[in-house]
């Protein structure tokens, strides 16, 4: 969830102010990693669904804050935009039983999201770019009514100097247009899945990753188009990446959405100086916390998205924690293929994270980098680079490396097998019929000549059935 501000303009001496205040915590953070201070609790894990609120014309229905006072449930709450709203999962330990917990809670949930939107003639859709969205749709009108959006807007369009945000996109087809403010941003969902560990894994765990950033999206693209335009199997990527971008395209240090610049070496404290170093702060709103709480130093975290991004929180007796935020992820197909994508990635994670030998030894960073675009890109059909500069498509990779890792990790974990069976095995045969949701959405769109509205239609009929991506017919 967002961190709310209270205000939406900031004068010179906020800017000094909170930069003084950003500093100082960012040295009290060295310190108290040095001193090993940070939780040693791990492995928890926790997720947040994006998702879109739709009427049934199959276009964006901009009614999230009704939505969100008639089902009052405080787990879920706005998002960027009016037809936009996230779902955040309780945290729970990572070991026997917590994959059919998960599932339990986030299906009683989408339930009741579910009940109290058709209770308002709307409909929830779960999936990475909603192909009936138009350009008129992202607009600020439709800008859900919370302060943080509206300065972080106000920021983004100021440092540009007025010039508006260039969206020039290169997949099947070509898209190159351009924006006047944020709400491009809008247009894609994710679902990001948190894991916390022990002070002491934390840079294993970061490093882990990254490398498992490519494989993991290989496998779970949902997002091909954007303004009836076929772009990439995860258009989201290259969408967010521009839709909030703030400085000169060649300048790839300061992207405010990135990969990320190199693997963790020493702390993830790492992570946390070079935001201060190349990110100027957007919203510079004063609290007025203890330094300990590294208010400053969170909120200025959360307007960087890095897609593995580092995050600091507290366990329920104070101690801070670090986690990690996986970010890659797209929303849908179904709850059952977000489960099974979330299932892959805890058991690679610790896998590699396990490992004597320190695979970010054995992979460069620009590998895991060239990884995970070429998979945003082309999906399972990706040339991926393995241990010791092996390169192999993504679909062998996953049957002859990557599934039995992870299968490996989750016993690691102690996971209960028959979740680690039925997950598992929904990727798998997902990866042996190559049917992705991005896959899908373009397969029935060509065999049927169909228009966006026609694919919503089936689309959200398929979602509704519950059924794995894998089993849906064309």
Same mark, same amino acid.
């Given at each position: ?13 906020a #800017? ?7 500093l100082?915590? $960012? ?14 609790? *791990?492995?928890?894990?926790?997720? /947040?669904?994006e ?7 199959? #276009? ?5 804050? $009704? %939505? ?8 879920v ?37 579910q ?5 308002m ?25 919370l302060?943080?959006?509206?300065? &972080? ?37 994710? %679902? ?8 002491r894994?934390?840079?294993?765990y ?18 091909p188009?954007?303004?009836d ?17 703030i ?12 990969f ?25 709103m ?10 400053h ?16 929180g ?11 935020e996986?970010?890659? &992820? ?8 977000m ?7 805890? *058991? ?8 004597d ?8 960073f620009?590998?895991?980098r060239?990884? %995970? ?22 679909k062998?990779? %996953?049957? /002859? ?16 097998k ?5 997950? &598992? ?5 997902r990866?042996?019929? *190559? ?10 769109? /060509? ?14 009929e ?6 794995p ?6």
């Amino acid at each position: 969830m967002g961190q709310e501000i209270n205000q939406t303009q900031f004068n010179e001496q906020a #800017f000094k102010e909170y930069n003084r205040r950003l500093l100082n915590e $960012a040295e009290l953070l060295q310190t108290q990693l040095t001193k090993r201070c940070f939780s040693d609790i *791990g492995e928890i894990c926790g997720y /947040e669904l994006e998702f879109w609120l739709i009427d049934h014309n199959y #276009f964006p229905s901009p009614i999230n804050q $009704a %939505f969100l006072t008639r089902l009052n449930n405080p787990l879920v709450v706005p998002e960027l935009s009016c037809f936009n709203a996230e779902l955040n999962g309780v945290p729970l330990p990572l070991r026997g039983d917590v994959l059919t917990a998960i599932s339990k809670e986030l299906s009683q949930n989408w339930l009741q999201c579910q009940e109290a939107a058709h209770g308002m003639d709307s409909v929830l859709m779960m999936i990475g770019i909603l192909p009936t969205v138009r350009q008129k749709d992202l607009c600020l009108s439709n800008m859900s009514d919370l302060k943080r959006y509206r300065a &972080l807007n106000e920021q983004v369009v100021t440092q540009r100097v007025g010039r508006p945000l260039r969206i020039r996109i290169q997949g099947r087809e070509n898209l190159d247009i351009n924006h006047p403010d944020v709400m491009m941003e809008a247009a894609a969902t994710s %679902f990001q899945i948190h894991l916390q560990s022990a002070q002491r894994d934390a840079v294993r765990y970061f490093n882990a990753s990254i490398i498992a950033a490519g494989p993991l999206l290989a496998a779970a693209g949902n997002s091909p188009f954007l303004f009836d335009t076929d772009l990439w199997d995860e258009t989201r990527v290259p969408l967010f990446e521009q839709s909030v971008e703030i400085v000169d395209e060649a300048n790839l240090e300061n992207h405010r959405v990135s990969f990320g610049q190199g693997y963790a070496r020493e702390s993830l404290f790492e992570c946390f100086a070079h935001n201060i170093a190349t990110h100027p702060v957007l919203l510079p709103m004063l609290m007025d916390t203890s330094p300990q709480q590294f208010e400053h130093l969170r909120l200025h975290n959360g307007t960087i998205w890095r897609w593995i991004r580092p995050l600091i929180g507290f366990d329920h007796d104070g101690t801070p924690h670090l986690r990690i935020e996986q970010r890659v &992820l797209p929303s849908g197909p179904t709850i059952v293929d977000m489960m099974a994508n979330a299932t892959l990635y805890f *058991g690679l994670v610790r896998f590699l994270a396990g490992l004597d030998d320190a695979p970010e030894s054995r992979l460069s960073f620009d590998q895991a980098r060239n990884n %995970f675009y070429a998979a945003a890109r082309e999906g399972l059909r990706a040339q991926m680079v393995w241990w010791n500069d092996s390169v192999t498509d993504a679909k062998t990779l %996953f049957m /002859e490396e990557i599934l039995p890792m992870a299968r490996q990790g989750l016993k690691d974990l102690k996971i209960d097998k028959a979740d680690i069976d039925h997950y &598992l095995g929904v990727i798998e045969m997902r990866v042996q019929s *190559g049917q992705t949701g991005a896959v899908w959405q373009r397969a029935y769109r /060509e065999k049927h000549q169909a228009d966006n509205l026609q694919l919503v239609a089936a689309y959200l009929e398929k979602q509704r059935s519950g059924a794995p991506v894998y089993e849906w017919e064309i």
